[in-house]
């Protein structure tokens, strides 16, 4: 299994550019999320799946969409990239299982480091 | 989600065995403690989880105070491989992925 893949690894956009980050998990999970993390902090939450068809909002969604047609796809979209958007983002997956029993672990990707000018 | 408080840093010498704790006095009866860590430039990855009881697995081992309001994260011999950023997370018992990640510990190890 490649487990939880982000395209690209790298990335610098210009002010009101627009692009979608690709993750792909071949692990049949149901969740996935996408999060974000700025120097010197932890992750934060932007939008999160849980299943085919169906999104959320997590804590940062502004300026980002989401869309899950597929399980193994969770694509992140920035509509109009903003310098306040420069950070690398993370995309994860796990299995529908309780939150205190097996198999629950999230599965997180290599990150994409996107700067915007 | 309740709050986590941890250290900013720690640092320990190798092969060494390293504790590194986290106060959740907020925690409430479903809440799993979870760990994870991430190593530079990488994302993170699941260390262990635990309700009341300690728990051992290959990576590290769980122990939780007897009132749950405090755990620690213990590495029986650090690695330099080791050094990360660890993050102790409240997750309640139902289903959901959402993970709240604090500012975490910057674990260093010294060869």
Avoid at chain 1, 46 to 64: F, K, R
Avoid at chain 1, 75 to 101: D, E, I, M, N
């Amino acid at each position: 299994n490649a487990g939880v893949t982000q395209t690209p690894k790298f990335q610098v956009l210009k002010t009101g550019q627009s692009m979608t980050l690709q993750c792909a998990q071949d692990m049949n999970h149901e969740y996935m999320s996408w999060y974000r993390q700025d120097p010197g902090m932890g992750l934060r939450l932007i939008h999160y799946s849980v299943g085919a068809g169906i999104t959320d909002q997590g804590e940062v969604p502004n300026g980002y969409n989401v869309s899950r047609s597929t399980t193994e796809d969770f694509p992140l979209r920035l509509l109009s990239a903003a310098p306040s958007q420069t950070s690398v983002y993370f995309c994860a997956s796990s299995g529908r299982k309780l939150a205190g029993g097996p198999g629950n672990e999230q599965f997180f990707g290599p990150g994409t480091r996107l700067t915007v000018l | 989600d309740a709050k986590t408080t941890q250290p900013n840093s720690m640092e320990s010498n190798e092969e060494e065995p390293v504790h590194l704790p986290c106060n959740h006095s907020t925690i409430s009866g479903t809440d799993y403690i979870h760990w994870y860590r991430q190593l530079p430039s990488q994302g993170p990855e699941y260390v262990i989880h635990g309700l009341t009881s300690n728990v051992n697995n290959r990576m590290a081992s769980l122990a939780i105070a007897e009132d749950r309001k405090s755990s620690t994260l213990i590495l029986h011999r650090a690695t330099l491989r080791d050094a990360a950023v660890y993050y102790c997370i409240l997750r309640d018992v139902g289903y959901g992925n959402k993970l709240v990640f604090g500012a975490g510990t910057i674990l260093r190890v010294k060869s």
